[in-house]
């Protein structure tokens, strides 16, 4: 099946001790997103990739980079955690941009900082 | 500016309905709508993309007032598997950002 699958599920790291999260993706969709999800909050967008155009949020963090080396992964680097970086980070993509296109979204890697 | 959704959460026996509401400050190209389970992703449900416009999804519809710039999505005779937050996601007109803008989210719990 096609899908959006992100890896780890789980992580835990260190205050300050970098952490990249990846994701990946079979359904060739040309746009792919990072979010950032706390608890009972909605998700937030940190950056998007169409192709290899990147978009970056004006208010995320210079702590938080992503890398998209082609059409089916991306990643996210977080330099140095804060323990205010503790959360769920979600991966979706659409198949194109534009307001009428859907968002498949990966599980999730629930980030965990000590 | 985050869209509203109202009520924040709602409570509900199996066969009950319920109506969610999704308001914006901005005016809308389109309203997306997903539901999230408890520590799972968004799965999306529908997309409207013109005012007026009214959907359905087995029990699960949703309509989109573009000049109230808002839009409700309507629960009908519950199901325990309706349980989750939902989400509204929208698109504002005249800024070319080909992203959502997800709203403050509805908890609604199903019970038998």
């Known amino acids: 099946d096609a899908m959006v699958i992100q890896n780890p599920r789980y992580q835990v790291t260190q205050f300050g001790k970098p952490v990249t999260l990846s994701c990946s993706q079979t359904l060739n969709h040309n746009v792919m997103y990072w979010y950032q999800q706390k608890s009972s909050q909605a998700p937030k967008l940190l950056f998007h990739?169409?192709?290899?155009?990147?978009?970056n949020e004006a208010d995320t963090p210079d702590n938080f980079q992503s890398r998209r080396p082609n059409t089916s992964f991306c990643f996210l680097d977080i330099r140095s955690p804060g323990l205010g970086d503790a959360a769920m980070y979600l991966c979706a993509t659409s198949a194109n941009r534009g307001f009428s296109y859907e968002q498949y979204f990966g599980p999730g890697t629930r980030l965990t900082v000590t | 500016q985050q869209p509203v959704q109202s009520p924040q959460a709602v409570i509900l026996r199996e066969g009950e309905d319920a109506v969610i509401n999704c308001s914006s400050s901005k005016a809308l190209y389109s309203v997306h709508w997903y539901r999230q389970k408890h520590g799972e992703a968004p799965v999306f449900l529908m997309i409207?993309?013109?005012?007026?416009e009214q959907k359905g999804h087995e029990k699960i519809s949703a309509s989109f007032n573009e000049k109230k710039q808002q839009s409700s999505l309507y629960l009908t005779a519950s199901q325990l598997s309706y349980s989750g937050t939902y989400f509204c996601g929208t698109e504002w007109k005249g800024y070319n950002t080909d992203k959502l803008i997800f709203g403050t989210g509805t908890r609604l719990q199903v019970f038998p």
């Open positions: 990739y169409y192709d290899k155009d990147f978009n």
């Open positions: 409207l993309l013109k005012g007026g």
